[in-house]
């Protein structure tokens, strides 16, 4: 599962939770879901994952704070791997339910982490081509998404619009020189950053994955 996708999930569970109380609350996974829910009703066989404070429902998270709770779902996606409930809470007690959950929670740990290509080239972006395409520029990029910066003053960046990108991505094969790739994906956005006050860092999660993964070759970009 790439941070992207991470995010998007993480970023559903705090749109869907419960909206009569502006308090606190606890993000975990249960059952295989990733829930954003009142801390004091939090079940005990939940993992918990980070604490929300109010202020974060508009504001959003910080890049730091954002990277940690991607970390922390990424390591509990790794134990997952290596136990039969997949790290998560324990089954239902009903062996019907018991054998759907365990599927569910085989098929959350296969979803692994995909390691992203650093790659430092400009993109094209717009809602609409045909108004003619704004410049960014990458800064990694995965099969399913890619992270890039563009100007602060981009008035539709923002989580939830969705954008279509144009970009080249490097092929390695091996004994033959890299070849460059040219794409068209459209996507939504997961995230936006504002990194300095002049720029932004966006995380868009493409609607088509790319046909490989540019960050699991057998040969690195140069320098």
């Not at 390591?75 to 007690?93: D, F, M, Q, Y």
């Not at 296969?110 to 108004?131: A, G, M, N, T």
């Amino acid at each position: 599962m790439t941070s992207p996708e991470i995010e998007n999930l993480v970023a559903e569970a705090i749109d869907n939770r419960p909206k009569v109380t502006k308090a606190a609350m606890n993000l975990y996974i249960r059952n295989c879901r990733l829930i954003c829910g009142a801390r004091t009703v939090m079940p005990k066989d939940a993992v918990f994952i980070a604490h929300v404070p109010p202020d974060r429902f508009e504001n959003g998270f910080s890049e730091k704070e954002w990277k940690l709770i991607v970390e922390k779902i990424e390591n509990v996606l790794a134990k997952a791997e290596s136990t039969t409930v997949a790290g998560l809470p324990a089954a239902a007690t009903a062996s019907e339910s018991q054998g759907e959950e365990e599927t569910e929670q085989k098929e959350f740990a296969e979803r692994r982490s995909e390691q992203r290509l650093r790659y430092y080239r400009p993109i094209w972006f717009s809602e609409d081509f045909d108004k003619g395409p704004l410049q960014g520029q990458m800064v990694d990029v995965c099969s399913r998404g890619m992270a890039f910066t563009c100007d602060s003053g981009e008035p539709y960046m923002c989580a939830g619009r969705r954008v279509t990108t144009r970009f080249n991505v490097p092929r390695f094969d091996l004994g033959r020189s890299p070849e460059m790739m040219s794409f068209e994906r459209t996507g939504c956005v997961c995230r936006v950053d504002d990194s300095n006050g002049i720029s932004r860092r966006v995380a868009l999660q493409f609607a088509e994955p790319l046909p490989f993964k540019p960050g699991e070759q057998l040969h690195s970009v140069p320098d």
